[in-house]
Every structure is written in structure tokens, then in C-alpha cells.
């Protein structure tokens, strides 16, 4: 059983908690991934790891309210209990040899990207941050990103906070006018990736995509997670549960990548609405 040390509502939809989990605290580094069980019939679900107190023993995780496990999980309070809590899972973001690097972050993957942006700061490497948002109410860890970055950029889709606009908007306008990463790293929704990685493309700098497709097991066994990649003329397949979760950008499939990552959105409302309807009845 793991402890709920702390929680955290960072905006209306998403949910800051730190799990008491010393020997994951220990090990866990920037990018990768734990899979918890709320309780003993609950179901696996991964949530990136967004930051770690080795010296507490507590692991940080940032969740958004979208289907009946997360709900369940949401109405869990300090001093509760989770089930399970496995991990480190999957590989580190690469960071060796980067010295200018640009993290795009996009909604709730801002909890991905931010431990990541953290890292890179920490190592003396020059951060560029953009994250975006849909509206004003739904910003997150605006503070956070501007205390590791060297320069951030806060845009929101309908103007009523920052700027108005997506994430490819200052992105394009610093490549034209001659600014060189030696990366770029995005994590976010799928759509806004995909984007990111053609806005990129014309001025060659490398991109790394953090994927987070459906996943069961976290072993590479059951194959939910599979991705498509391109490679060198080949179509291969990777797991981004064992693979990744960060993979080049320019190689994924995310036409692909985005049709199975609807397979379930029918099925998560319909949890979503059992799990909303069973705590009104207890309450």
C-alpha cells in the first residue's frame, strides 16, 4: 500500500498528488513512467513521473479527470492509500551532449514536460519553454516552468490568458528568425505533436515525442502500446511501454497513433459516468 503524502488540485480537470514510494523516489528519472491500481479490483493505468524526493521517499504525479479511474483515483485524500505503485517504467529522456533545447508542452502533458524542462536546467543546459492551454482556467504550473526556463512562452487557444495561439506559433517564429536547439522535445496531445514536428521539419532540428498510447501491463507483453515508426523506408513496430516513451518525432505514425488512441473514448465516458454516479450515491 502507498501512502497519499500530499494532493493538490492544480485547476478544475488535473490533480497534483505525492505518493509515498521510497525505493521508485530513489531510482525515477525525467520521462519516465509508474502504473498504479487505485485498489484490488481497480485497473492499471501509467502516469509519468513529474518529479521526486529521494530524501522524503515521495514520488510526484499529475493526473487529469477523464475516465471512471482517474475519477476514483481524484477522490482519494491525503493520508489514503493506493493499491499499487510500480516503477520506474521505460527510458529517460536522452539529455547527454543537449545544450539548447526547446520543450513544447501542451495541456496536461505540462506535467511530463515540466520534471524534463527541471533536468535539463539543473545540467546548465540554455531551456526555451512554450506550453499551452485551451483557456485561462485550465493553465498549470505556469511558476514552475518559468524558474527552470531561460525564456517561456504562455499561449492559450482563445486568448484569455498570455498570448493568444497555439504552441507552433512562437516555436515558428523563433526557427525563422535563426535560433538553433539541439533539440526539441513535445509532450502533449497527439495533434499538437504532430504539428510540432512539421512546424520543425523545414529547419532540421531533431524532435523527440513523448508517447502515451494505450498501455496494460508496462512489461512490453500485451502490445496495447505499440507504435508504428518509420524508419529508413520500413515500417517498424515499437512498444512505448519498454521503447519509450520518447521516441523521434520525425518517424512516428500519429494518423495511426491517433485512430487507436480513440479505440476506448466511448468506454472511458461511460466509466467516467458510472464512477461519478456511484459517489453520489455513497454521498
Same mark, same amino acid.
Given at each position: 500500500m502507498y501512502k497519499i503524502v500530499r494532493k493538490k488540485a492544480l485547476n478544475p480537470t488535473v490533480t497534483q498528488m505525492e505518493i509515498e514510494a521510497p525505493l521508485v523516489?530513489?531510482?525515477?528519472?525525467?520521462?519516465?513512467?509508474?502504473?498504479?491500481?487505485?485498489?484490488?479490483?481497480?485497473?492499471?493505468?501509467?502516469?509519468?513521473?513529474?518529479?521526486t524526493?529521494?530524501?522524503?521517499?515521495?514520488?510526484?504525479?499529475?493526473?487529469?479527470?477523464?475516465?471512471?479511474?482517474?475519477e476514483k483515483l481524484n477522490h482519494k485524500e491525503e493520508n489514503e492509500y493506493l493499491q499499487d505503485f510500480v516503477g520506474p517504467l521505460g527510458v529517460a529522456t536522452h539529455t547527454d551532449g543537449i545544450k539548447k533545447v526547446c520543450i513544447v508542452g501542451g495541456g496536461v502533458g505540462c506535467a511530463i514536460a515540466m520534471p524534463v524542462a527541471q533536468e535539463f536546467h539543473?545540467?546548465?543546459?540554455?531551456?526555451?519553454?512554450?506550453?499551452?492551454?485551451?483557456?485561462?482556467?485550465?493553465?498549470?504550473?505556469?511558476d514552475e516552468f518559468a524558474a527552470c526556463s531561460d525564456r517561456l512562452s504562455v499561449m492559450?487557444?482563445?486568448?484569455?490568458?498570455?498570448?493568444?495561439?497555439?504552441?507552433?506559433?512562437?516555436?515558428?517564429?523563433?526557427l525563422e528568425?535563426?535560433?538553433?536547439?539541439?533539440?526539441?522535445i513535445t509532450i502533449g496531445p497527439l495533434i499538437m505533436m504532430k504539428f510540432?514536428?512539421?512546424?520543425?521539419?523545414?529547419?532540421?532540428?531533431?524532435?523527440?515525442?513523448?508517447?502515451?498510447?494505450?498501455?496494460?501491463?508496462?512489461?512490453?507483453?500485451?502490445? $496495447?502500446?505499440?507504435?508504428?515508426?518509420?524508419?529508413? $523506408?520500413?515500417?517498424v513496430t515499437k512498444f512505448a511501454c519498454v521503447d519509450g516513451p520518447d521516441?523521434?518525432?520525425?518517424?512516428?505514425?500519429?494518423?495511426?497513433a491517433m485512430s487507436r488512441g480513440r479505440m476506448y473514448a466511448e468506454f472511458e465516458r461511460h466509466a467516467y459516468e458510472e464512477a461519478?454516479?456511484?459517489?453520489?450515491?455513497?454521498?
Open positions: 523516489a530513489k531510482k525515477a528519472k525525467p520521462g519516465q513512467f509508474i502504473i498504479l491500481r487505485v485498489d484490488e479490483e481497480g485497473e492499471r493505468i501509467p502516469l509519468t513521473v513529474a518529479g524526493n529521494p530524501e522524503e521517499g515521495t514520488v510526484k504525479i499529475i493526473f487529469q479527470i477523464v475516465g471512471g479511474t482517474t539543473r545540467l546548465g543546459a540554455e531551456v526555451t519553454s512554450i506550453i499551452g492551454f485551451r483557456n485561462k482556467d485550465l493553465v498549470i504550473l505556469e492559450t487557444d482563445d486568448g484569455s490568458y498570455a498570448r493568444e495561439g497555439n504552441v507552433t506559433m512562437p516555436l515558428k517564429e523563433m528568425a535563426g535560433e538553433k536547439f539541439d533539440m526539441i510540432v514536428v512539421a512546424a520543425a521539419k523545414p529547419f532540421g532540428v531533431p524532435v523527440t515525442v513523448s508517447m502515451n498510447p494505450i498501455m496494460i501491463d508496462g512489461t512490453g507483453m500485451c502490445g $496495447g502500446c505499440r507504435l508504428t515508426l518509420n524508419q529508413d $523506408g520500413r515500417k521516441f523521434n518525432g520525425y518517424e512516428v505514425d500519429f494518423d495511426e461519478c454516479n456511484l459517489f453520489k450515491k455513497e454521498a
